[in-house]
């Protein structure tokens, strides 16, 4: 068996995959929006899992949601809310479902979310995860007892190219990939040369890196994500582009950055493809792919 | 090692002796002494606070360790005093609070907040050290605890939120495997971050945690 998006990680196209964020409550009309409008022009579309820990409408019910619109869902799951028991229990939910591709994540901590009382699980880590997906795949479960019927599904991880200190971001990169990562969604990336020189060490294992892409739409976001996000570093040349759009035109160049980004990564075949991340702006995807020249 | 404690707010205390008229208080002279939470100060300004708000307080006493077990000693001695009092309010860790309790069977009552079993790294600073797993890996780690020093207990290297070598939930702390790293390439062993470490046994020793020491005779 094998999934829409690995065959499209294998065909040797550059991929395209963006996400979607579930709204926090039941009335689910912009997420199935935004599932219509993105759904067929990326290969897939991720969910994110309660992302920066805030409590929303679950990643399975969006996938579920995608699935259900014919597009092709990632399962974006984390280690924060689960233990092994419950992520094993999704997993063969998922699988059953039709949902078959996983991005395995640690998951942000617990204070820096919404319900910082909450107890974070942390019972395995994302590495681990990876593990006890293909342990499933072989027919057992993480106990060792044997499956009523298995799973099989594509996985991927997470890097972060600008971690500071690098190396040991890239021991753990390894060992994802030892652990079975077919596919690699890389942190917001801004620095090409840098990048470059990330993938240049990441071309000797055989998986596809797909860059992250966050859209950004002010001077003042993007100084905020530099100051403050770990691993995002935005050139100051980026920043002088957006301080010097129009009045009420930085989002548009925003697109028209992320777009050329793409662009030059496709011309250059730096890397595999890219992950669109346009967080609550999920309607300017279409506009990104427009600004890099590609097929909408 | 010393047990970290902090005071619980006054509020607290008078809501969990709302029904509590003559009370006896008993402080310790080691760890809560050291973090002023429970020593001779303390106790006498918790004394006064409790009888300006109209409470009798029957009598007190810091005892030199108050979870060992010469506690009970202490509290027989001051029988009358105690057995007078309708509760204890204790100004110690939750072993001594635990302590008195298994001495006495009338309401104890905690004063202070348990925060961690902590290590000195300068004077009055202390740190989390262990969390008494049960399958120590120092060994592998540098000597440094991922499962106390990394927020999320991370055992096969840094989540996506290190930054700089701080850790995403406080950039005031350091995150832990940044740690790990420096130390270990320092020893030449890197090659130990790139071990996979698989799932933790949580129940190493299921709670509730219990042991027999055999204790050999004669050696
Ligand atoms: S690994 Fe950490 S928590 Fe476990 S025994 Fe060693 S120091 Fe303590
Ligand atoms: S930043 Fe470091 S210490 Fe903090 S949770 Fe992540 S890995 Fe653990």
Redesign the pocket.
């Known amino acids: 068996m094998t999934t829409r998006f690995r065959q499209a990680l294998n065909s040797g196209k550059f991929v395209i995959t963006s996400e979607i964020g579930p709204p926090k409550g039941t009335n689910l009309e912009k997420m199935y929006q935004h599932i219509d409008l993105l759904k067929d022009k990326v290969d897939a579309l991720n969910v994110t899992d309660h992302q920066s820990s805030v409590m929303r409408f679950p990643s399975m019910g969006g996938c579920l949601a995608v699935l259900e619109n014919g597009g092709e869902p990632v399962l974006q799951m984390t280690c924060r809310d689960r233990n092994r028991i419950a992520l094993q229990g999704d997993l063969l939910l998922a699988y059953s479902k039709g949902i078959k591709n996983v991005l395995c994540l640690t998951g942000d901590a617990v204070p820096v979310g919404d319900h910082r009382a909450a107890k974070g699980i942390f019972d395995l880590d994302s590495v681990q995860l990876l593990h006890l997906i293909r342990r499933l795949e072989g027919g057992t479960d993480f106990g060792g007892n044997e499956l009523l019927g298995s799973v099989e599904f594509c996985t991927g991880a997470t890097v972060t190219p600008e971690a500071i200190p690098l190396e040991p971001q890239l021991f753990k990169f390894e060992k994802k990939v030892d652990a079975g990562a077919e596919f690699f969604q890389t942190q917001a990336v801004y620095d090409l040369e840098k990048f470059t020189g990330f993938m240049q060490y990441a071309r000797q294992f055989p998986v596809k890196i797909l860059a992250g892409i966050v859209l950004l739409s002010s001077a003042r976001m993007a100084r905020y994500m530099t100051a403050h996000v770990p691993g995002i570093n935005v050139p100051q040349n980026l920043i002088d582009e957006l301080a010097q759009a129009p009045k009420g035109g930085a989002l548009q160049k925003g697109i028209e950055i992320a777009g050329r980004m793409i662009a030059t990564l496709k011309k250059e075949s730096i890397c595999d493809g890219v992950h669109i991340m346009a967080i609550n702006r999920e309607e300017a995807v279409p506009d990104i792919l427009v600004a890099a020249g590609l097929p909408v | 090692m010393k047990s970290i404690t902090k005071q619980k707010p006054f509020d607290e205390v008078e809501m969990l002796i709302e029904k509590f008229n003559r009370i006896y208080l008993i402080g310790c002279g080691t760890c809560a002494t050291m973090t002023k939470t429970g020593g001779i100060n303390e106790v006498r300004d918790l004394k006064k606070a409790l009888q300006s708000r109209g409470k009798l307080i029957t009598g007190c006493i810091v005892i030199p360790t108050a979870c060992d077990e010469m506690t009970a000693e202490m509290v027989k001695e001051n029988e009358k005093a105690v057995q007078d009092a309708q509760c204890i309010i204790v100004m110690a860790c939750a072993l001594g609070v635990q302590r008195v309790n298994s001495s006495w069977p009338k309401p104890v009552i905690p004063a202070l907040d348990t925060l961690f079993i902590g290590m000195e790294e300068s004077p009055g600073q202390f740190f989390e050290?262990?969390?008494?797993?049960?399958?120590?890996?120092?060994g592998e780690?540098a000597g440094i605890?991922?499962?106390?020093a990394c927020h999320k207990g991370l055992l096969n290297g840094p989540c996506g939120g290190t930054n700089n070598g701080k850790c995403e939930v406080d950039p005031e702390k350091d995150c832990a495997f940044t740690l790990i790293y420096e130390r270990l390439k320092e020893q030449d062993r890197l090659d130990l971050l790139r071990k996979y470490h698989p799932p933790k046994n949580y129940h190493v020793m299921p709670r509730p945690k219990r042991t027999v020491l055999l204790l050999e005779r004669g050696s």
């Open positions: 050290a262990c969390d008494q797993c049960g399958q120590c890996i120092l780690t605890c991922p499962l106390t």
